[in-house]
């Protein structure tokens, strides 16, 4: 292969690696500031008693045992939760989270360190929960499991309640629940190690999405086919941080679009 020939095939290697970059449309990377650093909208970080009583909400972290936490994250700061978190800790979905109820598509990634097993309180745990609702109606989330040892980790991605679930089963009397998930019972998380987690998302609302779960850039599995509806309330949308939680979490993400297997792979190993 001639010089130029290497040179041009490198640079087109170059330019393909970053292009998913250029498809962010929201980022807090907690380094600094609890303002997001990449948002169309409102980038403030807020909290709330709970999140029944969102009408409240005040930006920051008063009230709450949650702080950012100066030099302990991959690169700068992270948000700490340092004691189980049972108060409403989020940002606005509308005008940040690309949401389309026909075609709702996109990569949410961030980043955790800690101890399921010897960090997390009695109960179960959501890291992450973007929805308008709750978990189980037009929502999706990773969990860690209440009573597994070792604590289990899991993708759900659930659309209407009236559709998927029109009775409203309860998830542990329902069958069908544990069916839609992608449970993860051998997990790479520990304290003083960063673990990546993405969820991409395809298509849902369309009558054939899905999701797909990745831990430190490898697949951990992919969601049934995702048959019923998506809707939100945008006012009501939110992208909700530590349900739950106690440990570290770490520069929160949402692409335009589902990235592709390499291109988790290259995002979570990268330091931009």
């Not at 380094?31 to 909290?47: E, I, N, Q, W």
């Not at 606005?92 to 097993?117: E, H, V």
């Not at 409203?168 to 997990?187: E, H």
Request: with cysteine; charged share 25%; net charge positive.
């Amino acid at each position: 292969m001639s010089r130029s020939l290497f040179c041009l095939g490198a640079m087109i290697a170059s330019v393909c690696a970053a292009d998913w970059k250029d498809d962010v449309a929201f980022r807090a990377k907690f380094d600094g500031s609890l303002d997001a650093s990449v948002g169309s909208a409102d980038r403030k970080l807020y909290s709330a008693p709970s999140y029944k009583e969102l009408a409240g909400a005040r930006s920051g972290l008063d009230g709450t045992d949650v702080s950012l936490a100066k030099g302990v994250g991959r690169s700068g700061d992270a948000l700490r939760f340092a004691k189980k978190n049972e108060k409403a800790v989020f940002y606005r979905a509308q005008g940040n989270i690309p949401f389309d109820p026909k075609n709702w598509s996109g990569t949410l990634s961030f980043w955790l360190q800690l101890d399921p097993d010897q960090d997390l309180a009695p109960g179960y745990c959501d890291p992450i929960q973007l929805t308008d609702k709750e978990y189980n109606d037009s929502a999706m989330w990773v969990d860690f499991t209440k009573d597994d040892k070792p604590r289990h980790f899991r993708l759900g991605v659930f659309g209407k309640l009236k559709e998927w679930n029109p009775t409203d089963i309860p998830p542990d009397k329902n069958p069908a629940f544990p069916q839609r998930l992608v449970i993860v019972k051998k997990t790479p998380f520990a304290r003083g190690k960063w673990t990546h987690v993405a969820i991409t998302y395809d298509k849902l609302g369309s009558g054939s999405g899905e999701g797909k779960l990745y831990l430190d850039g490898k697949l951990q599995g992919t969601t049934p086919k995702i048959t019923e509806g998506f809707e939100w309330n945008p006012a009501n949308g939110t992208l909700r941080l530590g349900v739950n939680y106690v440990g570290l979490l770490d520069d929160v993400s949402v692409f335009r679009r589902p990235l592709t297997a390499s291109e988790v792979q290259a995002l979570s190993s990268a330091k931009w």
